[in-house]
């Protein structure tokens, strides 16, 4: 993988933060309204937010034979040793970490002091839907501290020929992007009711 390949089918040289907002055509899915108060229903939001990510990112890519990973996470410009303990993390939740190659650190224009640079993992996964579920584990226990975790800033499931991207941000919500219509345009009318109210109306106005 070559971040080339990136700017090839999506025109970026890195996946920008806030998908929804940067593509052409996109959805924008809650992942659960279950509300968590002082700990109270934690688990069972994070539940939801699983089954509910898990569901919509296998129906999105049902029918993609060959699907690439892209891992990030901030750093200085030398990734060690905190990359290095992301990477070994990820076998704690039983995802082979040598899977991953290094594609190489940019440069970001926001003022991070000694994070100022995005790092950048791929590996490439097939037909693997139990390798692709210890991933959505992931990015849905994160941010909500459920152990086991790898600390990662982010984590896209990238189809290359489709030119669609599926991200699970966290436990509130995960976007599918693509920057043709057609390759998306089904989930509107399958997952309805589970897109986000707040942007609900630009998806209207592009799919309804």
């Given amino acids: 993988m070559k971040f080339q390949e990136i700017e090839a089918a999506f025109g970026v040289p890195e996946l920008p933060h806030g998908i929804f907002y940067e593509f052409p055509w996109g959805l924008r899915f809650n992942l659960s309204d279950i509300e968590t108060s002082s700990g109270t229903m934690h688990i069972e939001r994070f539940l939801d937010a699983l089954a ?10 049902q029918n993609s034979e060959k699907l690439t990973v892209l891992f990030s996470r901030y750093g200085p410009k030398e990734p060690v040793p905190a990359t290095n303990r992301a990477i070994s993390q990820l076998e704690d939740i039983g995802f082979d970490s040598s899977r991953l190659g290094y594609l ?5 224009d926001e003022d991070f002091e000694d994070l100022r640079y995005r790092h950048w993992y791929s590996c490439r996964l097939g037909n693997e839907p139990a390798e692709l579920d210890k991933l959505i584990w992931n990015c849905a226990a994160q941010d909500m501290g459920v152990q086991p975790y790898a600390e990662w800033r982010d984590i896209y499931f990238v189809d290359l020929q489709k030119r669609m ?5 966290d436990d509130r919500g995960m976007d599918v ?5 057609e390759a998306i345009a089904p989930f509107y ?7 986000l109210d707040y942007d609900r ?4 106005q592009q799919f309804g």
């Fill in 104 to 108: 190489g650190a940019v440069e970001q």
């Fill in 177 to 181: 992007i693509a920057m043709d219509k």
């Fill in 52 to 61: 509910r990510a898990k569901k919509i990112t296998h129906a999105c890519l």
């Fill in 165 to 169: 991207i599926v991200h699970v941000y």
């Fill in 201 to 204: 109306e630009k998806m209207k």
């Fill in 189 to 195: 009318t399958k997952f309805n009711d589970l897109l």
